[in-house]
């Protein structure tokens, strides 16, 4: 795990404010935190292991505190997703285990609500580890890129993460690594939200509305 080397001063505001964005109905888009997250799997279906995951943990416009670490799933990486990714069996050998990677990744995005783009997908994958580790799930409400890009960015291509980052000229390098994704997922995001006017002083349980994707849950989706 790496995290940048904000000053105390701001850690201390994410803090403090980590109360406060359980309670969205009380806070603008300004004030939230947001953790915007991107997972690598062993596979390629929703029940695959984890293999790395990258976070940035940010307020709009500011800059971000980041995670990144890989995972050993116990299992081997199967071709097609290590041709995705380009993580190999031999990289993850020594990198710790599932439900400690997930219990540092919830502490770091402890209050925040989580941004990830297609976040049904991520959302399961999640889910499912959880599960398998027996860990609680933890109440953070989750928001798509995709379905805010399709609301405030509209006549797109298409809403692959590669193609929203290219017509909005976000620089994407490392695509298909954990955290050169989430960082694209919060760029994306942060241009949903500043699209419309005022944004500031809008209020995140609106966002939430509009682009949620759910919280997370018991049981991943079918």
Request: aromatic share 8%; proline share 4%; net charge neutral.
């Amino acid at each position: 795990m790496s995290s940048s080397s904000g000053s105390a001063d701001r850690l201390n505001s994410y803090q403090k404010l980590n109360n406060n964005n359980n309670d969205r109905g009380n806070i603008s888009i300004a004030e939230a935190i947001f953790c915007a997250f991107d997972l690598e799997t062993c596979g390629l279906s929703s029940f695959s292991h984890i293999v790395e995951v990258g976070a940035v943990r940010f307020k709009v416009g500011e800059e971000g505190e980041y995670f990144q670490t890989l995972v050993n799933p116990d299992c081997l990486i199967s071709p097609d997703a290590v041709r995705v990714h380009g993580i190999t069996d031999e990289m993850v050998s020594d990198a710790p285990r599932a439900r400690q990677v997930l219990e540092n990744f919830f502490e770091f995005a402890s209050g925040c609500v989580l941004v990830a783009h297609n976040a049904k997908y991520d959302i399961d994958i999640v889910t499912t580890e959880l599960i398998r580790t027996g860990m609680e799930l933890p109440p953070n409400e989750v928001i798509c890129t995709i379905k805010a890009s399709k609301r405030f960015l509209p006549k797109m291509p298409n809403y692959r993460l590669g193609t929203v980052v290219k017509v909005l000229g976000i620089d994407h390098s490392g695509y298909h690594r954990a955290l050169a994704d989430a960082v694209a997922a919060r760029h994306i995001f942060e241009r949903t939200v500043t699209a419309e006017p005022s944004w500031e002083n809008r209020g995140l349980s609106r966002f939430l509305e509009q682009c949620s994707s759910r919280r997370l849950r018991t049981k991943p989706s079918a």
